[in-house]
């Protein structure tokens, strides 16, 4: 059974840093394209950062690029997204997602032809 478990959110201070962590079950990492996405309070799903199947090549949106960083540990069966220099519009409800592809990551940024989510972690920015 697939499933996407997202863990390590929180509440954390402007500047502070956070390490989500997304553990998969059921299938394997290296076959699947993992997006994060992010929902804030009132507002539509964004496409934050994605890391690609088979090389692992990593893509950041604009809006986060220089901050997050995003890796796979394939033994642990994890993708983590670290999060530095955090600031308040960063607040939101943070997805991972997986679809199985040799394709690279971006072009399921919009949630578009992604079979399996996990339930979501909240991260709240705030002094």
């Known amino acids: 059974q697939v499933q996407l478990v997202e863990s390590g959110g929180g509440l954390v201070e402007p500047g502070g840093s956070l390490n989500l962590s997304c553990t998969v079950f059921?299938?394997?990492?290296?076959?699947?394209?993992i997006p994060w996405f992010r929902q804030a309070p009132g507002k539509g799903r964004e496409g934050v950062s994605c890391?690609?199947?088979?090389?692992?090549?990593?893509y950041y949106a604009d809006s986060v690029k220089g901050r997050f960083t995003i890796s796979r540990d394939n033994a642990r069966h994890t993708v983590y997204l670290q999060m530095n220099s955090l600031k308040p519009e960063d607040t939101g409800v943070y997805f991972c997602?997986?679809?199985?592809?040799?394709?690279?990551?971006?072009?399921?940024?919009?949630?578009?032809?992604?079979?399996?989510w996990g339930k979501g972690t909240l991260v709240t920015v705030s002094s």
């Open positions: 890391i690609s199947s088979r090389d692992g090549s990593p």
């Open positions: 997602a997986a679809q199985r592809s040799r394709y690279d990551c971006t072009r399921y940024l919009s949630g578009a032809g992604v079979d399996y």
């Open positions: 059921g299938f394997t990492l290296n076959d699947y394209a």
